[in-house]
């Protein structure tokens, strides 16, 4: 088994104090840092940062919080997840995380996506039923500005870029840029037509049923005449000292958030028995380090992955329980699934 990439993404999500309280965006946002620090210091080899534009998650601009998580780390790869650019300037996304590039000494990747919420288009000014062609347009430009070379460049979305360069320029020439996908075939071969890494984001069923879109991926990099590229999974859980532990503290937090946008959504409230089916059979990574360990290599061995990004953050779930479910990611977890890759199944 080649070299696996084991990073964790946070959404940012709002959490409860010592009282039971949430606690203020402020708060949130300095204790996303802290958690990023002891990220660092326990060997995770990526931290994404969510982009959300709703009072539930805190963070709107990742950017600007892994610049300050750089200032204070030393190795960890810093990111997105995702970057919504279809609301967004790709001009101004690519200087944003090329400035962060320099501040981390070439430690920055930005994950493209869609975006899984609308709050941003109607907040900056889009209309929903562009809903695709800006997220067309915008990554063309995008493709052409990783070139870091002059841009030519017009489409219906913005104004067009006539032998325009942009800087600041990056140390390597470019930066490590992936496309999230949520289950879309199109997105896929979108992905490989420009050349970017895939993030599938799994965050319901059972992984294996993903092992279309690998295949998918692979296929049209071959036909395109590309080299293969990676292929990662972003997917959610806790981790405690015991099973059971993991469980009951990750139940009310994971179901409040659920049923939170579910409602938004028309989804019916979740049950106990559908978490704990998500737990065994499905794309929930909940448990003792060991369960969680031998979870997530099974999912690398399914889907034939180069990296797994863990989202630690759950709803309501304190800040606390947050820290020491990275310190065991970080110094158990990590180092057991390495140890099962290594051994042949």
């Known amino acids: 088994m080649t070299h696996i990439e084991l990073g964790l993404d946070t959404f940012g999500d709002v959490t409860e104090g010592p009282d039971g309280a949430l606690i203020p965006h402020a708060q949130v946002i300095r204790n996303l840092i802290a958690e990023a620090e002891l990220a660092d210091r326990v060997g995770v080899d990526f931290i994404g940062v969510g982009e959300h534009h709703r009072d539930d998650f805190a963070v709107s601009s990742p950017e600007v919080v892994l610049a300050a998580i750089a200032g204070r ?8 997840a995702v970057t919504v650019l279809s609301s967004d300037d790709p001009v101004r996304v690519y200087q944003r995380f090329a400035t962060l590039d320099a501040a981390s000494n070439g430690r920055a990747e930005v994950i493209l996506g869609r975006g899984s919420f609308t709050e941003s288009f109607p907040l900056f ?13 915008k990554l063309e430009l995008f493709a052409e500005l990783l070139k870091e070379q002059a841009v030519t460049w017009s489409g219906r979305t913005r104004a067009p870029l006539s032998n325009q360069h942009v800087y600041p320029k990056t140390d390597s020439a470019s930066i490590t840029t992936w496309i999230g996908v949520g289950g879309s075939p199109e997105s896929v071969v979108r992905a490989a037509h420009y050349g970017f890494p895939l993030m599938l984001a799994i965050i319901g069923g059972n992984p294996a049923r993903f092992r279309p879109y690998v295949e998918l991926y692979h296929k049209a990099l071959g036909e395109m005449g590309k080299a293969i590229l990676p292929v990662g999974v972003h997917s959610p859980g806790h981790i405690a000292e015991t099973d059971d532990e993991a469980r009951e503290a990750m139940w009310p937090a994971y179901k409040a958030m659920h049923d939170r946008i579910g409602g938004e959504r028309g989804w019916g409230p979740l049950s106990r028995a559908q978490f704990e089916q998500e737990i065994v059979h499905g ?36 800040h606390e329980r947050l820290m020491r479910c990275i310190e065991l990611y970080g110094t158990v977890v990590i180092p057991r699934v390495r140890e099962l890759l290594a051994t042949p199944a």
């Open 283 to 318: 794309s929930l990574y909940v448990g003792a380090p060991e369960t969680v360990a031998r979870k997530i290599a099974a999912t690398v061995r399914a889907l034939g992955i180069q990296r797994f990004d863990f989202k630690y953050s759950a709803g309501r779930l304190a």
């Open 73 to 80: 780390t030393s190795r960890i790869r810093l990111g997105s």
């Open 125 to 137: 000014g889009y209309a929903l039923d562009q809903y695709s062609v800006l997220f067309e347009e």
